[in-house]
């Protein structure tokens, strides 16, 4: 009997064994399972964020209620990424109409600046090209009147309640995390002589302490400035005592924003544009936006069998680079706000096109300058959100290079974005400065429909690192059948270094960075083809998803988050 005990004993240890040879959910790179839930989902890069999101949809919210509870409180908790000072752009799925809409949430350059007052006050710092920081940067923030209009169109609680999770954290306070900490110790180096009130809201000493991991942070001021907004409305923030106190700031310390500026911004309702890759309908919203990029790179590489040629592969990863440059190429050129420029966007999207510029790529050799089709013209936070009824939302919001221009008007509790550093001063630029325009822009929510159902509302953060994220987490589900976390958390490649919006221009072939998890033959292939290979353990962008699965005609949302971030998928 003992001997028959002891094999029953070996026999269970051999499958226990057995079974730690694979994992039961993702593979080796997985930093989870994915999160499963049939009500609603919320994912964003900080897990209170996310928590603050879902109550609101445990309470009767919609999702984009939910979308602007978690936004408002990541304007808080991440101020090194995203606030009311930046900008915001969106795709809405409605279930009762099965349509998608679009939203750009972005502002306009100041009306009382113009290109040569611009060229003049760029010339008294040397420059060429507009900086970073201070008050040349600074466009009109747009996030407050996104927050209105999508809430006009699909809330169903009161604005106030969607604020009141950010402005409860905000008087409260919060601990911050050793990610975001890490990042706010830049600012007191990089805003010190600016204007304005970013050590008294941004230090916890008023001189120049930031937050360290687990410290806990305040902004009595932010939660003044968003009750007011909860109470009054958009008009309180573009209209009123905010639009006054703003107006007397710039007019006292040399700013040119004014409150005509802040009157006449509006938000525009856009219509999301697609292409169809090997069967799923991938959307993105059009320029000022870089989104199309994305369509893109897609459409080039449909002509490539990258299940075949293998994830990670050299063949896979050079293709995907070489397409990468194709697109960026037409992207300095063409990308730019509507109002001014006639961007081709219908050629720019079609199969014909991708076809042509898809005979660029020489499959053994990096190509070191990309021009831009002839064509006759005649840091951001991602997140998105699930509700009951099936709608969907895929957010995105910033305030552009880290926490923004450095600008804080006192009392008012956020920076002001530097978007506009993103406008090109060359003369006859698509996206050349001029007052009242829009930037181009680098912050692009993607979602994907397939048999004119959802599929998968999606994001990846990180300036120029986005459409080449979207690419790459697309691809991974698609043509190399990740799971929708999987696919996030795999390694990532960015180039950079090739033509940009600006004006500015690179012609070396510029410099792809790997990230750890590329096979060492994949980076001696690339480096073989001409690739200037580098390596950076961080810079690839923050991503978030929620996937549509249905089981025996039930509907289950399927939510991913960033491993390189803070962030949480969470549903009920």
Not at 239 to 265: V, W
Not at 448 to 472: I, L, N, R, S
Request: hydrophobic share 40%; glycine share 12%; net charge neutral.
């Amino acid at each position: 009997m003992k001997a028959i005990r002891f094999a029953i004993v070996l026999l269970v240890a051999a499958d226990i064994a057995s079974a730690q040879i694979d994992r039961i959910t993702g593979r080796n790179f997985a930093t989870r399972s994915e999160v499963l839930a049939r009500h609603g989902m919320v994912c964003t890069s900080v897990p209170a964020a996310t928590q603050a999101g879902l109550d609101i949809l445990k309470k009767g919210g919609s999702a984009v209620d939910a979308a602007i509870a978690a936004n408002a409180t990541l304007g808080l908790m991440e101020p090194v990424s995203n606030g009311v000072g930046g900008d915001l752009f969106a795709i809405v799925y409605s279930a009762k109409e099965n349509k998608l809409y679009g939203l750009n949430g972005s502002g306009r350059s100041p009306l009382g600046l113009s290109y040569d007052q611009m060229k003049a006050e760029l010339e008294k710092l040397n420059r060429k090209t507009i900086p970073p920081r201070g008050m040349l940067p600074i466009s009109v923030p747009g996030t407050v009147d996104a927050w209105a209009e999508l809430h006009k169109k699909f809330g169903k609680l009161k604005l106030s309640d969607d604020l009141a999770p950010a402005i409860h954290y905000a008087e409260e306070g919060f601990p911050v995390t050793d990610l975001i900490a890490f990042y706010w110790h830049f600012g007191p180096e990089l805003y010190k002589g600016l204007p304005g009130g970013f050590f008294e809201t941004y230090t916890l000493d008023g001189k120049g302490r930031t937050p360290a991991k687990g410290d806990i942070f305040k902004n009595p001021a932010l939660a003044k400035t968003l009750r007011l907004i909860g109470e009054k409305g958009r008009d309180a923030f573009y209209k009123g005592e905010i639009a006054d106190k703003i107006d007397a700031f710039m007019q006292q310390n040399g700013g040119f924003l004014r409150k005509i500026d802040f009157e006449k911004h509006a938000s525009t309702w856009v219509d999301p544009v697609s292409v169809n890759y090997r069967g799923y309908d991938v959307f993105e919203l059009p320029p000022n936006g870089q989104g199309i990029a994305t369509l893109q790179i897609l459409n080039i590489l449909e002509g490539f069998d990258l299940a075949k040629m293998g994830r990670n592969s050299p063949e896979t990863l050079h293709a995907m680079i070489e397409a990468k440059k194709i697109a960026w190429a037409d992207r300095a050129k063409y990308y730019a706000d509507p109002a001014f420029a006639k961007i081709p966007l219908k050629t720019l999207l079609s199969k014909e096109y991708a076809a042509e510029r898809r005979k660029l790529i020489d499959p053994m050799h990096a190509a070191k300058t990309v021009a831009a089709g002839k064509i006759d013209n005649g840091d951001t936070i991602y997140m998105c959100a699930a509700d009951d009824e099936g709608n969907m939302v895929s957010l995105i919001q910033s305030n552009y290079r880290g926490m923004g221009s450095g600008i804080v008007v006192p009392g008012l509790g956020f920076m002001f974005q530097d978007r506009g550093e993103l406008f090109s001063m060359e003369p006859g630029h698509a996206n050349v400065y001029a007052p009242g325009k829009r930037p181009f822009h680098t912050i692009i929510p993607g979602f994907v429909m397939k048999d004119g159902k959802p599929w998968e509302a999606f994001g990846v953060m990180g300036g120029g690192m986005q459409p080449q994220g979207h690419v790459q987490v697309l691809t991974n589900q698609i043509d190399f059948g990740l799971n929708v976390q999987e696919a996030g958390d795999a390694s990532r490649w960015q180039h950079e270094g090739d033509n940009e919006p600006t004006g500015e221009k690179m012609e070396t072939g510029g410099y792809v960075n790997l990230e750890s998890g590329i096979p060492m033959e994949t980076q001696r292939g690339l480096f073989l083809r001409g690739h200037n290979v580098r390596f950076d353990v961080g810079g690839y962008g923050g991503y978030q998803a929620i996937k549509v699965e249905m089981h025996d005609g039930q509907r289950v949302y399927v939510g991913a988050s960033e491993s390189r971030k803070d962030g949480q998928a969470a549903g009920y």
